[in-house]
């Protein structure tokens, strides 16, 4: 057990930044469901979101899709599933590179306060998509546009682009004893 604060943490000088970019990665649960509680918030403000899920296909019945799109976030998929499942995977490439180049053409737009690129580490781990390339970008976008980017292992480019680094740690899931993904709490 442990004492309360009583002293507000140091902190060093502030300053404004006009946007900011987050990473969420790691082993553990939360990753995007941590970014899309960023999307709630920036709705909240009335600004325009964008996210681009990597991984998941059109073909997944995902809740916080079908919010967000009610909600009026601009959804996009840009994968076949899993690639394990995938019968095709020069398809998943093409497919994940057609969904960077609407998120790069986003990012250097003004047409949204924030972008979710959800999943975006694994086309990079594969080698589909150029690291250097997507951090490039992320640091070119226009001055209002914040990001979100998601997955495990995120990679050194995108790290070093990031404001903000948060590495989900598992200390222990229901999938590693048997439990399927349930509707409602993963997807």
């Not at 998929?77 to 053409?105: I, V």
């Not at 546009?145 to 680094?165: H, K, Q, S, W, Y």
Request: hydrophobic share 45%; aromatic share 8%.
């Amino acid at each position: 057990m442990s004492e309360p604060p009583r002293e507000a943490p140091r902190q060093s000088r502030h300053r404004r930044v006009r946007s900011l970019v987050l990473v969420n990665t790691g082993d553990g649960k939360g990753k995007s469901t941590a970014a899309f509680g960023v999307a709630l918030r920036a709705l909240a403000r009335e600004w325009p979101v964008m996210v681009a899920q990597f991984i998941k296909s059109d073909q997944w019945k995902v809740g916080e899709q079908q919010m967000a799109r009610r909600l009026g976030i601009d959804w996009v998929t840009g994968g076949d599933g899993f690639s394990w499942l995938s019968d095709d995977l020069e398809r998943s490439r093409a497919e994940a590179e057609a969904c960077w180049q609407l998120s790069a053409e986003a990012l250097a737009s003004e047409r949204y306060r924030l972008i979710v690129l959800d999943e975006i580490t694994y086309p990079i781990n594969w080698g589909w998509l150029d690291g250097a390339a997507v951090a490039a970008a992320i640091r070119a976008r226009q001055e209002l546009v914040n990001v979100v980017a998601t997955g495990r292992d995120a990679p050194a480019e995108l790290l070093a682009v990031a404001d903000t680094a948060t590495e989900m740690v598992k200390l222990r899931h229901a999938y590693d004893s048997g439990v399927r993904a349930r509707r409602g709490i993963d997807f």
